[in-house]
Each structure stands twice: as C-alpha cells, then as structure tokens.
C-alpha cells in the first residue's frame, strides 16, 4: 500500500515539473516574438525573405514545367495484356522477390547483365532504355540536364539563404528545437519542401522461382548525365556528326560561361559582387527549340528574374 501511494506522489510530481516546463517555456516562446530585438530583424529582413519566397515559387515551376525522364525498357510493355500467376504450392518464399515487369524504368534481365550494367552503366543505360546516340536524342539529355541543374541551384540557393535568415535572427536554441515551425512562420519564410526528381533506371533480375534478386540501380544526377552526354557525343563524334563538333551543355560547360560573364547577368548587369546569394543561370539567347546551338557565342549568363521574364515572353510570342 506504501509503495503504490509511493509511486503516485512521484508520478503527479514528474506530471507537475513537465507542465511547468511546457509553460514556462511557452512563456519564454510569447516574449521573444514580441520582443524588441525580433521585431527589429523582421523589418530589416523582409527584402531577403521576400526574395526566398519568391525563388521557392521560381523552384516550384521548374519542377512542375521540367521533363524529368529519358527512354524507357522494352521489356514487359505489353504485360498488362496478360495476368501473370505464380501457381506453385511447394515453396511458400517464392514470392518474396517479385518483378516490375510494368515498370518503364525497369529492365527485366539476366542477372549478367545486371553486372555488366553495374560495371559499365551508361554503355547498358544507352543501349536497354532506348537513349538514341543521335543529335536529337544528345539535345534530350542536354535539356534534362540543364532542367535538373536550374532545379539543383535553385533548392541549394534556397537552404542557403534559410541558413543565414536563421542566422541574422540568432534565436535561441529553444526555439529552433521546440517552435521551429512557429519561428518560419512569424518570420514569413515558405519552407516549400521542394526536392530534385532525379529519375532512376533500374536493370533488375529475379530468379524464376523468385527467391533470389538482384538490381543494378543508375540515378542520373548531373555527374550521371554529365557522363551520358560525353558517351553520346563521343559516339555521335565517330559518324563525324555536327553535334559532336559543338560544345556540350555539362555543368562544368555552364560554369565556364559564368565565370567568362564574371557571374553578372547580362540582362540587369547584377552580380554575385552585388548580391553574394544571386541565383545565376545560363540561358540559349536562341532557344534549343527554334534552331539555337549550345555554343558559346549563343550562351549567356542572366538570373533567375531576367531568364523567368524572358521565357515567359518567349511563351507569349
């Protein structure tokens, strides 16, 4: 009896003491965004959180604007003409490694040939997922490239300016690790939980009765694509093609023509001297669909304002 009245007197007082704390450091929550010293950093930032909000929204039509893919597997295109059925009662794990044979992006194969990919994957990514070595088919990979490059930027330009707003208002521990969610809010920052889609292809093996797999997975990030492009154009270059003669649109090509413009967009001749978070991009002055080459002449360096302003008069004509 002792100790089960015991044991409720230590139970009401670890509920008090955590009750007291949840209150106090609501309290200390209510006086710190109505205080002096936060109030002043808002006014101060609010340019800076302008410009954050309004890239996140920059960063979001990219997304949903950008062609996020290649080719495709031959393999099981027509499957969905037939209904597959394990039928076999003698081993229960047969089914514990199944195959996507529906999946685009999946090549079911032998399982040779998902080790070869995986020691040679752009070889076996050209040739399975029907990634043409033509000037038409090194343009798509170039346009998905500079797609998931602009998106690239724009998610880290994003992270850091976020880093220095939270760094400018230096709130304290407490709050980042109890209000963080409060704190962007009253700040005005939109956190748009904004992500590079970059697509997976997938060379996959599954063993007849289905226990044993084994895939060979290739993400194209830029390095990936970096990469597809320069298999693409050395091949293109072996039928002595125009494409294999011109520049080719890789991120290092790119940072060349900023670094050649001094990082300043040639539209409003602002620069990262001017502004050290400026988010740069390199833009066709004739666009890609209306004959414009990936040559330096035809490059330029303008920010993420003058090259959203321009495509949309693009779009307009």
Not at 16 to 23: D, F, G, H, Q
Request: hydrophobic share 35%.
């Amino acid at each position: 009896m002792w100790l089960a009245v015991t044991f409720w007197y230590i139970a009401l007082a670890v509920l008090a003491i955590w009750i007291t704390v949840r209150v106090v450091r609501h309290v200390r929550m209510k006086r710190y965004f109505s205080g002096e010293v936060f109030q002043a950093h808002l006014k101060e930032l609010s340019s800076v959180v302008t410009e954050h909000n309004e890239i996140a929204a920059y960063a979001a039509e990219i997304r949903a604007g950008g062609q996020f893919g290649l080719g495709t597997s031959g393999t099981g295109s027509r499957s969905s003409l037939a209904t597959f059925e394990n039928t076999s009662r003698h081993d229960y794990r047969r089914d514990r490694n199944v195959a996507h044979y529906q999946a685009l992006n999946v090549h079911n194969c032998s399982l040779q040939v998902v080790r070869n990919a995986s020691a040679d994957p752009l070889k076996y990514l050209i040739k399975y997922f029907g990634v043409e070595a033509t000037e038409e088919g090194l343009a798509q990979v170039e346009k998905l490239g500079e797609t998931i490059s602009r998106l690239e930027n724009a998610v880290n330009n994003l992270k850091r300016r976020e880093a220095d707003i939270t760094g400018e208002f230096n709130p304290p521990k407490f709050i980042l690790k109890h209000y963080e969610k409060q704190f962007t809010e009253r700040v005005g920052v939109n956190l748009s939980p904004i992500s590079v889609p970059c697509p997976e292809y997938v060379f996959e093996y599954v063993s007849a009765g289905g226990n044993s797999s084994q895939r060979t997975t290739v993400k194209l990030n830029t390095p990936t694509i970096d990469g597809l492009i320069e298999a693409l154009s050395e091949r293109i270059r072996r039928r002595r093609s125009a494409a294999g003669q011109r520049a080719l649109m890789t991120a290092r090509f790119r940072e060349e023509i900023k670094r050649r413009d001094d990082y300043t967009c040639r539209y409003c001749s602002v620069s990262l001297d001017d502004e050290p978070h400026l988010l740069l991009e390199v833009d066709h002055i004739v666009p890609v669909s209306r004959g414009g080459l990936s040559t330096e002449d035809n490059l330029q360096t303008l920010c993420w304002r003058c090259n959203r302003s321009k495509s949309n008069k693009m779009i307009d004509a």
